[in-house]
């Protein structure tokens, strides 16, 4: 008998599990609490929840047993509404995260690589090698700014698309248009990923109708607080978005989440006040942060921190606030060594974090 195993593509056989947040259930357990106790800081999501329209807008909607529409109508035309700009230049996906999948399916074959510049999110080193496509990493300076010089160096004639995310996650700071227009010079697909630009205010999206090897991309995960639901979208030459429309799953984004992100952009001035309270509590958590000695605090441009722990005393800190109950996430990777990057929740959350801390740092 032959081993099923044996006939698995050796690039998906060796694949690692990308490594992604737990539900609040297994977090309490961890930690020995009741579930409306953890502090949930490691998912960069929306203290808030979603706007009070979209409950009642899914709590009232009566035709989930239809499809969604697979050419999208109604959701590309209220995005355009927006974002401001056509809507054959728009591809929603089941969050930003299916159209990272994608563009690398429609760009990426065995053997041709992506350049990314580091430490950024893992997904897209992981969409790469699910198909089949090799990694460069690029190591940002020590502001954690891109390296352009090196960056540029690394391209060869298989690199198709360099991925970076402005603000970057988990660094927090933003990309320059100077150094996003060196690498659209290139003329590979350059993928800007603008998942927290509700929490900054810089875009390149002007840049879509001058360079037709622009993709950039949201979500309505995090400021909408939608992440549960699931729905993004990418922006691009309406060449690359025909086709993109052409190879995608027929019915991806699912009507509640068409049914949700209607209802948030309706509700507006709502979500944008709760983006305003985060920014505000974004900069008084920096205050406190900086405040513990043995802490280094990074700046943000998004609704997360990071910050790195007294030498050597990563494990034991981000350990010891698990048993108190408070999540944030931990790295400790050559780039990232003893460093924790905490979302910015509700103030009574950052004020726990911050005498946790300084509890465990004075150890
Ligand atoms: C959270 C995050 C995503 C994932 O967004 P979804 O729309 O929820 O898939 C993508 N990119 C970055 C940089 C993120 O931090």
Redesign the pocket.
């Known amino acids: 008998m032959t081993d099923v195993r044996d006939l698995l593509l050796p690039h998906i056989r060796q694949l690692k599990t990308y490594d992604g947040v737990d539900p609040m259930e297994v977090m309490a357990q961890q930690a020995g609490i009741p579930p409306e106790k953890v502090i949930r800081l490691n998912g960069?999501e929306n203290p808030f929840g979603p706007s009070p329209e979209v409950v009642r807008a899914l709590g009232s909607f009566q035709h989930f047993n239809h499809y969604p529409d697979p050419d999208q109508r109604q959701l590309r035309d209220v995005l355009s509404g927006y974002l401001d700009v056509p809507a054959e230049q728009i591809v929603a996906g089941n969050?930003?995260?299916e159209l990272i999948d994608m563009i690398l399916r429609m760009f990426l074959g065995t053997g041709e690589n992506i350049v990314i510049p580091t430490p950024t999110?893992g997904?897209y080193a992981f969409s790469a090698e699910v198909c089949g496509g090799k990694v460069k990493a690029v190591p940002r300076n020590e502001i954690f700014d891109i390296d352009i010089d090196a960056t540029l160096a690394a391209f060869d004639e298989d690199t198709k698309a360099i991925f970076l995310?402005s603000p970057n996650?988990p660094t927090g700071n933003t990309a320059s248009e100077a150094a996003i227009r060196a690498l659209l010079a290139t003329g590979k697909v350059v993928v800007v990923?603008e998942?927290y630009y509700e929490f900054c205010g810089q875009t390149v999206l002007p840049l879509v109708d001058e360079y037709s090897n622009l993709v950039v991309l949201r979500?309505f995960?995090?400021w909408a607080g939608l992440?549960g639901l699931?729905i993004?979208l990418g922006v691009m030459n309406p060449d690359v978005a025909l086709t993109m429309m052409s190879m995608k799953s027929p019915y991806n984004v699912n009507l509640a989440a068409e049914v949700a992100l209607i209802a948030s952009l309706n509700d507006r001035p709502t979500l944008l006040n709760r983006v305003q309270a985060i920014v505000q509590e974004r900069k008084r958590m920096i205050g406190l942060l900086e405040g513990i000695p043995g802490i280094h605090v990074w700046p943000s441009q998004a609704n997360f921190i990071l910050c790195r722990l007294p030498e050597g005393r990563g494990q034991e800190i981000f350990e010891g606030l698990c048993r108190r109950g408070i999540f944030l996430r931990y790295f400790n990777t050559p780039q990232l060594r003893d460093y924790v990057r905490a979302s910015v929740g509700l103030p009574e959350e950052t004020d726990q974090v911050v005498a946790a801390l300084k509890e465990l740092v004075g150890d």
């Open positions: 960069n969050g930003s995260d999110i997904m995310a996650n990923d998942t979500t995960s995090k992440a699931r993004g």
